[in-house]
Every structure is written in C-alpha cells, then in structure tokens.
C-alpha cells in the first residue's frame, strides 16, 4: 500500500483479460472487412463509378490500418495491465517481507 492506495493486481488482470478480448473482437472485425472487396462493376457503369470505386478501395485500406493499429494498442494496453499487476505484487511481497509478514 503506498499513499493510501491499494492495488489489487487480480483487478488489472481481469481488465488485461477483457482488453485482450476485445482486441480479438477487433481484429476479427478486422479480417471480415478486409475480404469485402468489391469489383468495378459492383459501382455500375456511371461517370462517377470509377471514382467511387478508387474511394472504397482507399477507405477499405486506410480503416484496415485504423483497425490494426487499434488492435496493436489494445495489445499494448493489456500487456502493460499485466506488467503493472505483476509490478505491484513483487512490492507487496517485498513489502510484506520486510515487515516480516511474508515466508
């Protein structure tokens, strides 16, 4: 305990575990949308078509990088909830040994 705080590191566990998970929805999510690809003559034979199509490809490509980063950040997050959980129960046994509370 320090400042009058308690962490309890099965708390930031459990959250690394529900950060991990949704990470793994996104990507998911991710991978789907990554395969909607869709042909020309899916946007018709219209003046516009062409532009139409050249926009989906670019957002399709640029929200599938959006998405991927998110689900590196994600990771990252979880990674770190972890490393913090470990880091505050190394203390607490060292703290409890010193004080003699611990084996």
Known sequence: MSG???VEGDALRKYAKAVDA????IDGIRSRTQQLELTQETF?????????KADYD????ESGKDLADAV????AIAD????????????E???????GGGS
Request: charged share 30%.
């Open 22 to 25: 949704a990470a793994g929805r």
């Open 80 to 91: 770190a909830l972890k490393d913090s959980a470990a880091a505050y129960d190394g203390t």
């Open 58 to 61: 670019t957002q399709r490509k």
């Open 4 to 6: 009058g705080f308690d």
């Open 44 to 52: 018709g034979k219209l003046p516009e078509s062409d532009n139409l």
């Open 72 to 75: 590196d950040t994600l990771y």
């Open 93 to 99: 046994m060292d703290n409890s040994g010193m004080m």
